[in-house]
């Protein structure tokens, strides 16, 4: 956001304040002053004007403008109404050299998961993509996908979602004993490098927000079904904030990860591009991969689709 309007919005929120007074600390002329407060409510700041001046009455707004207000993590935030699929629009950014940029939308016609499928993603998710270019070799990149489950699990539990982690990147709600679930939200990384260092990462992340099941794929859930509806402004914010705090502490990740995990203790069948393995998921490692008990021994995954069994 532009530096005086950033300086208004500050004043107003602790306001009132008058135009005059704004005027004159911020050394801009009556009439700027509302020029930047037009559009500020443009924007979706809610400025109210009374006998003693300016006020902020509320934000209700999920804009860019106010996502990035008062979020307590380092990124700028860039906002489409509808759009394809905000990892394609981020790579477009990384590739032009961004960095700590998100890309936000309401909704998504061309949503992809991973391995080409399809992505439902209709206005009231939360559907985001993060450009981050960290100096990291290419195996430690999985650590920012658990990092983001991580994230994603505890704002949903903050909004009053009972969501886990099912490994390696579904968050999910479980439903019964035997390791059934709902989804949540889903995470798809994306990255750019070299062997022995990592370029940019796009870390996206969609979350079935204000959604009605019905317009879901099976087995789907959302906050709505869950908990009730969600500010999404806020909830994108905690998001981005956990993502930032353990991005910045990546040591942290794979013992909260554990924390939420749902697949520890199930037992799991693994598709990865060399075959399928069956056995007992019983840790993960320090790089995200699954360790699994089978009947030939330990085995370690580190990537693959991964279905909860029922125990036999
Ligand atoms: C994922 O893939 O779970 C990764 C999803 C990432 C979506 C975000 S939204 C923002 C960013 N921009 C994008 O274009 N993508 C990212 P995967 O594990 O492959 O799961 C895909 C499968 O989940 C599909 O085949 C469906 O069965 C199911 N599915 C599709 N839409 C869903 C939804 N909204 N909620 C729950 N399940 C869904």
Redesign the pocket.
Known sequence: MQETRRAILESVADGPVTGPDLATDLEISRAAVWKHVDELRDAGFEIESGPDGYRLAGIADYTGATVEFDLEAPFAVEYHEAI?????R?RELATDGAADVVVL?DE?T??????E?????PSG?V???VVTRPTIAPPRAPLYTLAASVATARAAREAGVDARIKWP??VVVAVGEAGDYR??????TEMEGETDRVAWLVV???V?AN?DVEE???????VREEAGDVDRRRFVQRLLEEFEALRTDLAAVVPAWRDLALTLGQRVRVERPAGEVVGDAVDVTDAGALVLETDDGRETVAAG?CEHLRPV
């Open positions: 394809g699929s905000t990892n394609d981020a939308a998504q061309g949503g992809r998961g991973r391995l499928r399809e992505w439902t993603a998710g559907w985001l993509s990147n579904d989804k949540l939200a889903g995470i798809l996206g992340v969609g079935n959604l879901l794929p099976e087995g789907a859930t959302s689709d």
